[in-house]
C-alpha cells in the first residue's frame, strides 16, 4: 500500500547540508521515490528497493564518531541473556565493538561484515570476520549457530525475506534470532526519525507490531520484547522533537517556560525520567521453530 511519495531533490540537499554527503548517485533517473506499507506484516519499506547506500556511503557516516557505538544498549542487554557457552553470529558487525567485547568475555563469536575497513581492523585484533553476506554465508553454514543476531542491521536491507531467512537457516533448531532496530514507534517518530531514517541509509520502518507479525512469514516465534530507555545522548533529540513542541502548543507552558525556564532544567527532569521514556531502539529476542 502506497504511504507517501518523496521528492529526490529535497533529500540530496538536506544530506548535503546536514552531513556533507552527496547521495545524488544513488537516485540517478528519479525524480521521486516512494514508502508502502506491506500489508501482511504492516512492515514499511522504500522503493524502489536499489536506492540503498554502497561502500562509500558508509565510509562518509563512519567519519563521525557517533557512528559506530562500540558498546551500546542493545549489545548489553543481550549478553545478559546469554549463559556463555553459546555459538554467536554477529551479521553486520560494524565498529567490531560488540563482537570484541563478546570474545573478551569468552564466548564463540563470528562476524559478517562488507566494510573493508572493518575486515583489516578484525585482523589486527584477531577476530573471525567474513567479508560477505548472510545469504551466502548461509549456504555453506546449515544450522552451525546457538544464536544469530543483528543490530541496527535489518532497517539497511532492502532484500528482507532473504536476509532473515538466511539467517534462521545458520541456526541451530531451537536456536535463538536477536534482532534490535530503531522503534519508530518511540519518539524518533516526532521527526520521522531523522534523515538518516530515509535511504539511502535507511531502507524500512521496523516496530513492534511489524517485528511481531514475522512470526506468520517466518518459522520463528517472539520470546522475548525490551524497549531502550531513552540514552543521554538522545536528550537534546528528545527535548527538541517533544518537549518544546508539547510547550509551544500551550500557552500558559510557554508563558512559565519563556519566563522561568531554561534548557538545563528540561534536561534535568529528563535525567530523572528517562528509564521511564521509550528511547530509540527496540531489542526482539525469537526462538526458531525445530
Known sequence: ???????????????RVQLGIDVSRHFQGLNKFALYQCLDTEYRFFYPYNIGGDSKFYENLEKY???????????????????GKEKILE????????????????????GLELNKNSLKKAKFLNLELHMETVQ????????????????QVLEHISQ?????????????????????????????????????NKPPHHMGLWDERSLRNLESIFNLKVEKVFFEPLQKYHYDWYVNSVLIPFINRNKLLLKIYNKFGSRKILIRIISVISKYIKGHSILIIYKKND
Do not use: A
Open 1 to 15: 500500500m502506497l504511504l507517501k511519495e518523496i521528492k529526490v531533490q529535497n533529500l540530496i540537499e538536506d544530506y
Open 65 to 83: 564518531e557517533w557512528y559506530y557505538m562500540p558498546w551500546k544498549w542493545e549489545h548489553q542487554k543481550i549478553k545478559g541473556q546469554l549463559k
Open 91 to 110: 551479521v553486520g558487525s560494524g565498529g567490531l565493538g560488540f563482537l570484541s567485547k563478546m570474545k573478551e568475555s569468552g564466548f564463540n563469536v563470528t
Open 136 to 151: 551466502n554465508f548461509s549456504v555453506r553454514n546449515q544450522e552451525v549457530f546457538d544464536v544469530v543476531c543483528s543490530f
Open 160 to 196: 528482507v525475506n532473504s536476509f532473515i531467512k538466511s539467517q534462521l537457516d545458520c541456526l541451530k533448531p531451537s536456536g535463538t534470532l536477536v534482532i534490535s532496530v530503531p522503534n519508530n514507534k518511540s519518539f524518533i517518530r516526532k521527526t520521522e526519525g531523522g534523515i538518516l
